[in-house]
């Protein structure tokens, strides 16, 4: 028997006894935005906006995802920099002076990355003999991707509906009174970017600029940090936005103060963009595309439907990614928090209030992000996704190497969003390209480097303006080996040979090639990294001094031993590549090893040192728990209870993104409890702004993640421990609720992926599996780890019980489901 009823916003329903939250989900608020991190975003991947929901002033913030500062890397930035290395390599082998090989290594250093812009504002502007508005509301919709905002005043409602289109290129903005001809209302731009207002027709206007050539880094003291034009006439993209309105009735009016509006009923406002960004290594300026041409095309299309047909075409687009994935968890009696508008249900939460609708809203919040700032053909997903305000945004909004570029995208395979992730492999094709060249400038080794920063240019050298930056930061050398491992787990995820051989290998193969020369032999024969960083944090030598530079980091070795292993499996996959693989096998079994320190934690550096900060932020040495799979309580118990050691050492505290990368460590240590505790310190309301490296950590009222400031890639790391904590295939075997803490009684989760290309729905009830489904998406055999037996219908298998639970292994055909029963123990 099935009820339905509601609880304030949410519809709620029973079924065998089960509560569940209906996939509808919205972030509503009974009051307007005051701050950005109030606002709502929107985005198609290219187009976003952020949606303040004013009354009587509504202010449409927007960006469009290619318009950088900039233009092509510039190579030979700095001829010293292999003397420096061999001056850094015997400070540090010769004579252990790790100051001295920190001031060698600070002059191995390029140029800083770009910046990502914002492109303007819109203002609608209305005027009310009283302003005073009643039965206010705003929400934005995550399941159909659209914002309203709907307000009463004088008798009268107005209501705006705000999609991103991505099937149309153009974000649309419904404006609507319930009374006719009651609609009077001025539009009026505005762009911190240097730009003209041109008139089109009586409701057309057009804005163009050009983007500046480079803008310091707002970490930078700089009394000029902009830099206007290039000389060269390369560097410094041209932009061009149009504002179009439609409407059947009422005078529409366009000047360069704007657009008015009298007397109308129903308004659409079309606003489309673009730019002359023609590839990251194409100047922008003199071998650009015609941005003119482009937002003409998009603009003209569009207008010739209405607002019905555009909806049905953003939905029918949205829907198929949106749609794959559903989760749900039992709802508590008396669940009145989840009836609150979103802040206030924040700030309940933040106080204790059990509410797991709000954790599942938010990781279908993060999915919805995901599908809003990368699209298959665009660029991608930033530190701040699409979404920025800034004209020097923090840390320039670029592609951080290290860490956050690399979290935006841990959810794409496992969510189900597969698609999403191509923009971000693309780029790692360009990032080879330069990284080619800053490999074989920098270090005179083959293959391709890339270090901290990167941008929409494919950024490859170690940053810092020529010795300016602090190379714990700086001159960390292991992204391109990070960044292969993306494209291994998108061949493991969807099993596409063809992406295998053509682009992922090669690149992977590149990556190794690197490491491969970059590698020296310690005094003990170990291969080892120098100099070697453990990103942005410090350690204190033997002889009490603080120092970043030294050998064979954790972080790095554990990262070259993932990439070793995946390029091994890679081979075999291929059945190619014989002599390489022999090679890297060798190459691997000679890696310094994983060390466990005196305090039982695993070994941060070289050496068992003490941390100048034993609370901080990055936990880089425990990349071989996630998202490597070098350490593993099942495989590796002995450092899987030294990076628990490590995790207890650090502290549940940190900023926004490290919050979320320790939900996905507990995780994968099977800890779903203290997973579940983490998941709710990133749901922790703050209000902060200002740069907080320790203990600032949260959500801010939009559901942003908060570093603080603003980061989207807490949004995403915490969806992906969310789906760790449900699902694992990391070791070969497909993992159900592997991390399932007490406070998720009873829930059901469909859609997730699974490496092999499997498709997962797993349902449970009192902590314990009730029933799976595995749809096989190429015929892989298959093994499934339980904690109790099943039955697999039509399926000869047996599950075998070993130490962790049983294990359930059978051949599959593709294109096939199968339904696993648990059985009685």
Partial sequence: MIKIFFIGNILLFTIAGGLFAQEAEKLWYKKPAKVWTEALPVGNGRLGAMIFG???????????????????????????????????????????????????????????SESYLPLGDLVI??????????????????????ATTRFTIDGITFTRQVISSAPDQVIVVRFTADKQRMLNFKITTKSLLKYQQTVISNSEIAMKGKAASHIEPSYVRSDNPVTQDDATGCRGMRFEWRLKLSSKEGIVNADTSGITVKNATDVLIFFTAATSFNGFDKCPDSEGKDENKLVKQYLAAAVKKNWQLLLNNHLTDYHRYFNRVSFKLSIPPNNKNAALPTDERLVGYTEGAKDPSLETMYFQYGRYLLLSSSRPGGVPANLQGIWNKELRPPWSANYTTNINVQMNYWPAEPTNLSELHLPFLDYISNAAATGKVTSKEFYHTKGWAVHHNSDIWALSNPVGDIGKGDPMWANWTMGSPWLSQHLWTHYEFTKDKEFLKKKAYPLMKGAAEFCIDFLVEDKNGYLVTAPSFSPENNFIDDKGKRGSASIATTMDMSIIWDLFTNLIEASKELNEDVDFRNLIIAKKNKLYPLHIGKKGNLQEWYKDWEDVDP???????????????????????????????????????????????????????????HAYNMIRKLLHITGQTGTNYANGGGSYANLFDAHPPFQIDGNFGGISGMAEMLLQSHLGEIHLLPALPDSWKEGTIKGLKARGNFEVAISWKDHLLTGATIISGSGEPVKIRTSVPVNVTGVNARSVKDAHGYVTSFNTLKGKLYKLITMKN
């Fill in 54 to 112: 004013g009354v009587a002033e509504e202010l449409i913030q927007l960006n469009e995802a290619t318009l950088w500062t900039g233009g092509p890397v510039r190579i030979n930035v700095n001829p010293k920099a292999y003397d420096n290395l061999l001056l850094a390599r015997e400070a540090l082998f010769k004579d252990e002076d790790y100051a001295k090989a920190y001031g060698y290594t600070k002059n191995m250093q390029g140029y800083y």
């Fill in 615 to 673: 609370h901080h932020r990055h936990v880089s040495h425990l990349f071989g728990l996630y998202p490597g799979r070098q350490i593993a309580p099942i495989t590796t118990p002995a450092f899987a209870a030294a990076s628990k050691k490590t995790l207890e050492l650090r502290g549940d505290d940190g900023t926004g993104w490290s919050l979320a990368w320790k939900i996905n460590f507990w995780a994968r240590l099977l800890d779903g409890n």
């Fill in 125 to 146: 502007s209305q005027h009310f003999k009283d302003t005073a508005a009643s039965s206010y509301y705003r929400d934005l919709n995550i399941t159909d991707a659209i």
